[in-house]
């Protein structure tokens, strides 16, 4: 199953990076760091959940409007439980007052290992998040995000967890 989650994560990365334009002006890379709450709203015990995502520049299907495109995106998630989480997949960014305020929906597949955390029933899990950020300087964004890891039922047991975090991006020129 390792193998297997692995290699669909290298597909969607690989294919998103194939399918990609060129950025237009406005976008950067983006460092996000987040730290929360993980399984904040269930009665199992809450653990700390700390985030690095790394959202590309570079995406398709971007228009001058407010929706800036599918950005390809990879994450590495860790609890104090010593659950960890890899991920891939796309954001899809929506800018607002000149830039200003960033909503951003993204999901992706990955692999999750549940250390001496949270069993979420396998390897294989399915990520979805939404945040709302605001440009605190031309290239640093302060913002809230919900994130939801599932295996949607591919496993024998799917409890799914969802994280609440505050977010901190930093852009910069990047692939």
């Known amino acids: 199953m390792k193998r297997f989650a692995g290699l669909l994560a290298s597909l969607v990365i690989g294919g998103a990076a194939l399918l990609t334009g060129p950025a237009s002006a406005k976008d950067a890379a983006l460092i996000n760091l987040s730290a929360g709450m993980f399984d904040w709203e269930s009665s199992r015990t809450q ?3 700390g985030r690095v995502e790394y959202r590309f520049a570079h995406g398709f299907f971007a228009t001058d409007g407010a929706f ?3 950005k390809p995106l990879v994450g590495l998630m860790a609890t104090t439980g010593g659950s960890v989480f890899g991920y891939a997949g796309l ?3 929506f800018a607002f ?3 200003r305020w960033e909503i951003v929906p993204s999901g992706g597949i990955g692999a999750y290992s549940k250390g001496d955390g949270l069993d979420l029933g396998g390897t294989f899990e399915f990520h979805l998040g939404i945040g709302a950020s605001y440009a605190v ?3 640093s964004r302060l913002g809230v995000a919900i994130y939801h890891i599932s295996n ?3 496993h024998r047991k799917n409890p799914g967890v969802n ?3 505050v977010t901190w991006s930093f852009a910069f020129n990047g692939l």
């Open 47 to 49: 653990e700390f959940e």
């Open 152 to 154: 949607a039922a591919t």
């Open 68 to 70: 800036r495109g599918f």
């Open 137 to 139: 300087t031309g290239d």
């Open 91 to 93: 954001a899809a960014p």
């Open 163 to 165: 994280t609440v975090a």
């Open 97 to 99: 007052d000149d830039g």
